[in-house]
């Protein structure tokens, strides 16, 4: 089946930097989300990407749809104590059933103040 | 933006009762809906696809006689966790699909967590 590896799986890193996380797929997406939870809350859409090559910001946050449509990044720039939390990518693959999307396992970002 | 509230946030029952677990889009209309499952440090596993006016799909390994789900109008979808055991404990999360433009957007509750004892 469609598998999406999201790396890294979690990360420590100081209030100020900056921070990376990707997504690949083994198939093409058509779409690409990034999502944040925080404990106990559902995940809320961060940024949504729909053409390849695509680069969107949201403050500090910037996301790129990947040019093969394998692959989307999300960057967090000037890092805070509130970005804590689990990040997801979701993708929908052509073909797929409407609207059925695929997550990443997640990346969980610490910080340190 | 596109709301979904998803009520309650959290349940306590005990074994053997049924529990139901609502998800409402409140500004915008959702022929399908969307029910995960959440355990701890995990990502989320689709349980199944709610249909208006139609019968849920399931995914593979999914039970439907104990997780029935009804999508009775296009704002409201219900998960109810019947007979609920201690394993059934969990965070579930539904999401609604917003289509704008062609493009897709899943939006998501805030989840409940669910406490069987």
């Known amino acids: 089946g469609q598998q999406l590896n999201q790396s890294p799986q979690s990360m420590f890193i100081q209030e100020g930097e900056d921070v990376s996380m990707n997504c690949t797929s083994s198939?093409?997406?058509?779409?690409w989300l990034w999502y944040k939870q925080d404990p106990g809350e559902g995940p809320v859409l961060l940024i949504a990407?729909?053409?390849?090559?695509e680069l969107t910001s949201n403050g500090r946050l910037t996301a790129q749809f990947g040019i093969t449509r394998k692959d989307s990044f999300l960057n967090i720039s000037a890092s805070i104590p509130s970005d804590v939390g689990i990040y997801f990518c979701a993708g929908q693959f052509p073909g797929g059933s409407q609207g059925n999307l695929i997550f990443g396992k997640g990346t969980k970002l610490s910080v340190k103040p | 933006g596109a709301v979904v509230s998803q009520h309650p946030s959290r349940v306590i029952c005990k074994s053997g009762t049924s529990v139901k677990i609502e998800c409402r889009s409140l500004d915008f209309q959702a022929t399908t809906m969307f029910w995960y499952r959440q355990f701890p440090k995990q990502s989320l596993m689709l349980m199944a696809t709610?249909?208006?006016?139609?019968?849920?799909?399931?995914e593979q390994g999914v039970e439907k006689d104990k997780f029935l789900i009804n999508h009775a109008s296009l704002t409201l979808s219900t998960l109810t966790v019947t007979s609920a055991h201690p394993e059934d404990s969990s965070f579930y999360i539904c999401?609604?699909?917003?289509?704008?433009?062609?493009?897709?957007?899943?939006?998501f509750g805030q989840g409940t967590r669910l406490t069987v004892v």
């Open positions: 999401s609604a699909q917003l289509y704008r433009d062609g493009n897709t957007e899943a939006f």
């Open positions: 990407l729909y053409k390849a090559g």
């Open positions: 198939s093409i997406f058509n779409t």
């Open positions: 709610s249909n208006e006016g139609s019968k849920a799909t399931y």
